[in-house]
Nanobody, 114 residues
Framework: QVQLVESGGGLVQAGGSLKLSCAAS????????MGWYRQAPGKQRELVAT???????NYAGSVKGRFTISTDNAENTVYLQMNSLKPEDTAVYYC????????WGQGTQVTVSS
């Protein structure tokens, strides 16, 4: 059972930056892949970025070049650095992990004002 706890969300003006953190309850070296998803009101949850245990990354087209996913194995944490934020980035951001099955965090709200 992997527990994920997100932090770092908040309110920011358009063009600003935020860094989300997701702390895992066990070593992320043992986790096949981790990632961030988001869900805006009235919309389906969508992939934002993923990173595998080998360090391979994948980004949604809408965030490529603005967001960066990274990990700190010593801290068992995955990060999402979000720059040049836009109002359309407003959503609840969820941390996700895959180790034999899917695990989700509780979500953290990101609000970008215009």
């Amino acid at each position: 059972q992997v527990q994920l706890v997100e932090s770092g969300g908040g309110l920011v003006q358009a063009g600003g930056s935020l860094k989300l953190s997701c702390a895992a309850s066990e070593s992320i070296i043992n986790i096949n892949a981790m990632g961030w998803y988001r869900q805006a009101p009235g919309k389906q949850r969508e992939l934002v970025a993923t990173i595998t245990s080998a360090g391979n990354t994948n980004y949604a087209g809408s965030v490529k070049g603005r967001f960066t996913i990274s990990t700190d194995n010593a801290e068992n944490t995955v990060y999402l650095q979000m720059n040049s934020l836009k109002p359309e980035d407003t959503a609840v951001y969820y941390c996700h992990a895959v180790r034999f099955r899917s695990y989700w965090g509780q979500g953290t709200q990101v609000t970008v004002s215009s």
